[in-house]
């Protein structure tokens, strides 16, 4: 549910819950009686709450189905209708560890569909006819639960984000010293640690937009090129070192034997794959190593930005 919905402006202004809530949950009403769920789309202002109406459903078939195809946030259900109940959808949700929550109606206060209902951790149980300020109250604290949960997700993204950012920056510092012929004593281990297998030759492949795409670019649309580079270069290869060079081109480190048709049919694939899902032309290069030790993997790297340097100028 991470959905925007446009503000309604009123002739005082915005809504005061309106500035409140920026993000729109959607949910899916469930009841076998037509006027009912006519009643619960239009009983309250629901935008002003931060939840838009994704569908309806007369029975628990109709529900399934839906649900399979549209993600909601909320499923206000109707306990008792023709067929299955609305307890069998609640069972079927908790099996399927569903995140979805639920608002159950019923026209009679049954305590064992109640105490059935809490079983399945449904918390709020509301009786027919529906009151409005129970209603209200309901998903406020449904909508507090929600925006929670948004809030830690993103939270606990950004930490998982800003891990991989540092551990991507700490590895391509190491390979830097490779590149440049300044490694450390310790970089076989280190290499290990990596996953470079040091006892085979090795192809290095560096990359990056033509001139005119990188000139063109703000720093912060660079990085999200840089990103989306490596994300494609994953894609079509898998198991390889990906790093940053001290010039911000990708580097790919990966055993020859992973390019059975050689480096220029993996890169005509990799600059196809740019134009079609970016945009961007780009330019690469490539060298071998002997073995993947770090004198092999200087020498190519120095080879590929070499080869690289010269389509630049070539090719520009």
């Not at 069998?88 to 105490?115: C, D, H, P, V, W």
């Not at 085979?200 to 649309?221: A, F, M, W």
């Not at 059975?260 to 032309?281: C, K, Q, V, Y």
Request: net charge negative.
């Amino acid at each position: 549910g991470d959905r925007h919905h446009d503000t309604d402006l009123t002739a005082a202004g915005t809504s005061p819950l309106e500035r409140i809530y920026h993000m729109t949950y959607q949910f899916l009403i469930v009841d076998d009686e037509y006027f009912v769920r006519q009643r619960i789309r239009l009983c309250i202002p629901w935008k002003e709450y931060g939840f838009e109406c994704a569908g309806e459903a007369a029975n628990v078939d109709q529900a399934l189905r839906f649900l399979e195809a549209t993600p909601v946030d909320l499923v206000i259900l109707d306990i008792s209708m023709p067929g299955a109940n609305g307890l069998e959808l609640l069972r079927m949700m908790k099996e399927q560890n569903s995140q979805i929550k639920f608002i159950i109606l019923s026209g009679f206060a049954t305590f064992e569909y109640a105490r059935q209902a809490i079983a399945c951790n449904v918390t709020n149980y509301l009786l027919k006819p529906i009151d409005t300020d129970e209603l209200i109250r309901s998903i406020t604290e449904i909508r507090e639960t929600l925006d929670k949960n948004n809030h830690l997700k993103q939270e606990r993204l950004a930490w998982q984000e800003a891990r991989l950012i540092a551990e991507h920056a700490e590895k391509s510092t190491f390979f830097q010293n490779i590149f440049s012929g300044h490694a450390s004593v310790s970089e076989s281990a280190q290499l290990r640690e990596f996953g470079v297998l040091q006892d085979v030759p090795c192809t290095v492949i560096v990359s990056d937009g033509r001139p005119k795409v990188i000139h063109s670019l703000s720093c912060q649309e660079r990085a999200a090129f840089q990103t989306a580079l490596g994300n494609l270069s994953g894609c079509l290869l898998s198991g390889c070192i990906q790093v940053t060079d001290a010039y911000s081109h990708q580097v790919l480190i990966l055993p020859q034997a992973q390019l059975p048709a050689g480096p220029d049919h993996f890169l005509e694939r990799l600059s196809s794959a740019a134009r079609e899902n970016f945009s961007r032309d780009i330019v690469c290069g490539y060298g071998y190593g002997n073995d993947g030790l770090a004198p092999s993997i200087h020498s190519a790297y120095q080879t590929a930005l070499q080869f690289f340097t010269f389509r630049t100028v070539y090719e520009s």
